[in-house]
């Protein structure tokens, strides 16, 4: 499931409180690995169009 929220919602209204501990886990596993993600896109310089890394002013 794409919503890791209503995964474990849903695990744990229909099935044991143990199947919703996955859901969970990945739901903070997102946010935590798309923020890092972001940061190193962030950092990373984007090439010119002729190919070089183009120079970030500060």
Known sequence: ??????AAGLA???LTP???LP???FSVWHNVSG?????????RSAPT???????RSR
């Open 1 to 6: 499931m794409q919503n890791s929220g209503l």
């Open 12 to 14: 744990r209204q229909y």
């Open 18 to 20: 143990e199947s919703a």
């Open 23 to 25: 859901g969970a886990i």
């Open 35 to 43: 923020a890092m993600l972001a940061a190193y896109w962030r950092r």
């Open 49 to 55: 169009s002729a190919g070089q890394p183009a120079q």
